[in-house]
């Protein structure tokens, strides 16, 4: 049985919500997006939490709200999304990088320590693929710069170091709810804030959207039930895996599945329109139940990261302080022959994903400066590790791995 590189689910009742929500009238508006504002506030603990329409929205409504000067310099990590850097330069700010490190893939903070100064306005620290960035050395390098501390936390609810979750480290935390992330409303995000004025100067750019329509709605549950299908193992056995194999035996665009299954598309206006009630009732629910799911998709993680380790350099956190929790929204390797790899592994039946983040040094100005950056995007590897899958699914993936590894080595080197 072939495993999908990850499952993506339809929140549970998005479509029975959607009618009940639509006969009771408060699709758009109504009292769970209060709701879910205040318990998620309270589970990061925070003073206040905002939803908006998107990541990449709730990041352009703080750059507004958090009153940094324009032209100010910002600091982002080499290693990204590249969204987030083109964000901060479509509205004006200077634009620096600083490589990442090899163990969390996070921003190294010897190296932030070195160019954060008293003219930078804010630093971005990006807690990737669910395992927590350095962030108690990078918030002492912010507060001794009086730099403003925003942390991407697109991939990690639910994850913390020491007794503190993430996104309650810096002046704001920006999360993501869209389909492959943690979890899933569809689309929209939340940012997490440490000053409840700040939280009222962005809800109300937030509430400045545009409400979103039924063709919105139609949209998002069309996109989500297809993702949901193609990731299902059961529809992926009988028809995704086959294609993927003839595509990755092909010659063509090679690249063109690696990140979703379907051809990336990275924009930078991204999703507007105003959060919904419809959403955020998905949200809380999904509040409920998302630690059990964390936890299992942890334990498959960690069962897969140790029996990996030492073979293949692995993604794993740094901090040894109690409480401190990764959730693996993917479990990462770091592989030298990446395509051989994936496509060992396709072959015995492990589909996997690259190619998601990104060198933004090299997107931006047109060079590889940052050695570990242009390393990462060459070689991380998102292997399943998916909260359904069960331990012999796991222990498959891991043997896959070692025997892909031994047939690459045995293969001639090219000439
Ligand atoms: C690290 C990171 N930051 C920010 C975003 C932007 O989130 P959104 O797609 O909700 O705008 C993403 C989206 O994948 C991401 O992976």
């Given at each position: 049985m072939a495993i999908p590189r990850q499952r993506i689910r339809l929140p549970q009742g998005a479509w029975r919500s959607a009618i009940t929500s639509l006969i009771r009238g408060d699709l758009w508006e109504g009292s769970h997006i209060e709701r879910f504002e205040r318990d998620f506030a309270s589970y990061i603990s925070v003073e206040d939490a905002v939803t908006v329409p998107s990541g990449r929205a709730g990041f352009r409504f703080l750059f507004d709200s958090l009153g940094i000067e324009p032209g100010g310099e910002v600091i982002c990590s080499a290693f990204g999304y590249p969204v987030v850097p083109f964000i901060v330069k479509s509205m004006g700010y200077d634009l620096k990088f600083v490589d990442c490190e090899?163990?969390?893939?996070?921003?190294?903070p010897k190296l932030l320590a070195q160019e954060c100064s008293d003219t930078t306005q804010a630093v971005i620290a990006t807690h990737l693929y669910g395992v927590p960035c350095q962030i108690v050395e990078i918030s002492d390098i912010c507060a001794s710069h009086q730099a403003k501390l925003i942390e991407d936390c697109a991939h990690c609810y639910g994850a913390s170091v020491g007794s503190n979750k993430v996104g309650a480290f810096g002046d704001a935390g920006c999360f993501s709810f869209e389909t492959?992330?943690?979890?899933?409303?569809?689309g929209g995000g939340m940012v997490t804030l440490s000053s409840s004025e700040v939280g009222q100067r962005l809800r109300q750019l937030a509430a400045q959207e545009p409400r979103n329509g039924f063709k919105w709605l139609a949209r998002r549950l069309s996109k989500t039930t297809f993702e949901a299908a193609v990731t299902n193992p059961f529809l992926f056995n009988m028809g995704v895996y086959q294609v993927l194999r003839l595509a990755s035996s092909g010659s063509g665009d090679e690249d063109r599945f690696a990140s979703g299954y379907q051809g990336d598309e990275v924009s930078l206006a991204g999703k507007m329109g105003r959060y919904t009630n419809y959403q955020a009732r998905l949200g809380l629910r999904q509040m409920k139940t998302i630690e059990n799911r964390n936890q299992r998709r942890t334990a498959n993680a960690e069962r897969l990261i140790s029996q990996l380790d030492g073979k293949i350099p692995v993604q794993k956190p740094v901090s040894t302080e109690e409480g401190s929790y990764a959730n693996y929204m993917l479990a990462t390797v770091l592989a030298s022959s990446l395509k051989k790899l994936a496509a060992a592994l396709l072959k015995r039946g492990v589909d996997s994903k690259h190619l998601y983040m990104r060198d933004c040094s090299r997107m931006f100005e047109g060079e590889a400066a940052f050695p570990n950056a242009a390393r990462a995007e060459r070689e991380v590897l998102h292997l399943p590790a998916y909260p359904e899958m069960s331990d012999s699914q796991v222990d498959h993936v891991a043997s896959s791995v070692d025997e892909a590894i031994a047939e690459i080595s045995a293969q001639p080197a090219a000439a």
């Open positions: 090899m163990a969390t893939l996070g921003m190294d492959s992330k943690v979890i899933n409303t569809m």
